[in-house]
């Protein structure tokens, strides 16, 4: 696997925190932990009721002190701290479970859940606890602290970065991401039109399975230490 692979960039979602004890997006009941991604996950949906996306925010940055990265977010670290070209983990998770196994050539497209955003001025500010709706920006104090989250809609963070990134990339690999949310669901057809080799590791076929040339399937906790392994020698 590892012959003539300098470059690798990495994307991850929901999939890879799974089995770490995190709802994925859509779970089997089409919800996030019971509510409508529309309602939760819009600019719409904080301008009609901040108090309600406040609130489920709170609640999953609470929940990270009740979970630890799995074997998946591990391995990665450790192709990070070993791998000598090119290395860049694009998440689209909001949860902290890669740094906190130690991932550092990380970037968190969709924002975190342990930063808070002002809409006025768009500073953000590292947060912990709940981030009651009038907390004032203290750059600027003109506007309300939002999550800093990236809602449909709004543009993710750091695209130049990764575009820049696949752009030189020898391997793509898209590990536990369903595949139906733009723009990181195009990312495998940049790779592919640069003539990265692509791979994709998720528990059952993705919506963008087809574009990938190779496809694996299973527990992310068991495909992505192999794979870290094949690559590592
Ligand atoms: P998704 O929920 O749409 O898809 C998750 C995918 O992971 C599915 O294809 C599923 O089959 C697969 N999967 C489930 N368990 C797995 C396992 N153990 N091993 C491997 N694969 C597994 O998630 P997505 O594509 O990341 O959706 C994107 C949005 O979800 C992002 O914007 C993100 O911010 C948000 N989100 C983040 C978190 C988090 O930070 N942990 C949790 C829920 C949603
Ligand atoms: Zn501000």
Known sequence: MN????????????GI??????????????????????????PEALARD??????????RRAKLAEVVPNAAH????????AWAGDLLI????VDDLHERAGARRLLHMHGE???A?????????????????????????????????????????????IDTALRDADLFVSIGTSGAVYPAAGFVQTARHVGARTL??????????????????????ELVPELVWELLG
């Open 90 to 93: 694009v998440t689209q998770n």
């Open 50 to 59: 901040v108090g309600l996306v406040h609130r489920f925010y709170d609640e």
């Open 200 to 221: 994709e590791l998720n528990l059952d076929p993705s919506a963008g399975s087809f574009y990938f040339e190779e496809s694996r399937m299973g527990p992310a906790s």
């Open 113 to 115: 859940l342990k930063s």
């Open 17 to 42: 925190s799974a089995e770490s004890g995190l709802a994925t997006f859509r779970g089997p009941d089409g919800l996030w932990e019971g509510h409508r991604v529309e309602d939760v996950c819009t």
């Open 3 to 14: 012959e003539d692979i300098r470059n690798i960039v990495i994307l991850t979602g929901a």
């Open 74 to 81: 591990e391995a990665l670290a450790a192709l990070d701290r």
């Open 117 to 161: 955003l002002c809409a006025a001025c768009g500073k953000a500010v590292a947060w912990a606890g709940p981030l009651p709706p009038a907390s004032i920006c203290e750059g600027c104090g003109r506007a309300a602290l939002r999550p800093d989250i990236v809602f449909f809609g709004e543009m993710p963070y750091e695209m130049d970065r």
